[in-house]
C-alpha cells in the first residue's frame, strides 16, 4: 500500500513561486503514475496534472506553462514548482495516484497580497 504525504505550501505574493512536494511510501513508485488535484474555495477538486511512470507529463490548461510537475524517483517523491502565482490558484493540493483512492492529506496553498 502507497502512502502519500504532501508538504510545501503556504502563503504567497501574487506572482510568487512555490514548490509542493508528494512524499510516497512504499518501493513501487518508480512504476506508479502520479497526479495533483487541487481543491479551491467552493469548488469540487479538480485535475492539476500528471506525471507518467516514463515521465511524460499532461496539466490542466490554466496552469500550463506556469506549473511543472516532475519526480525523483530515488527519493520516491513528486514535486509541483508552482511559477507566476494568481489568486485563483489558492486551494488545497493534493497528490494521488491516478485511478485508486490513494491520496494524500493535502497542503494549503494560499496566493494573495
Known amino acids: 500500500q502507497v502512502h502519500l504525504v504532501e508538504s510545501g505550501g503556504g502563503l504567497v505574493q501574487p506572482g510568487g513561486s512555490l514548490r509542493l512536494s508528494c512524499a510516497a511510501s512504499g518501493s513501487i513508485f518508480s512504476t506508479i503514475d502520479m497526479a495533483w488535484y487541487r481543491q479551491r474555495p467552493g469548488k469540487q477538486r479538480e485535475w492539476v496534472a500528471q506525471?507518467?511512470?516514463?515521465?511524460?507529463?499532461h496539466y490542466e490548461i490554466s496552469v500550463e506553462g506556469r506549473f511543472t510537475i516532475s519526480r525523483d524517483n530515488a527519493k520516491s517523491t513528486m514535486y509541483l514548482q508552482m511559477n507566476s502565482l494568481k489568486s485563483e490558484d489558492t486551494g488545497v493540493y493534493y497528490c494521488?495516484?491516478?485511478?485508486?483512492?490513494?491520496w494524500g492529506q493535502g497542503t494549503l496553498v494560499t496566493v494573495s497580497s
Open positions: 494521488n495516484v491516478p485511478r485508486t483512492p490513494i
Open positions: 506525471i507518467t511512470s516514463g515521465g511524460t507529463t
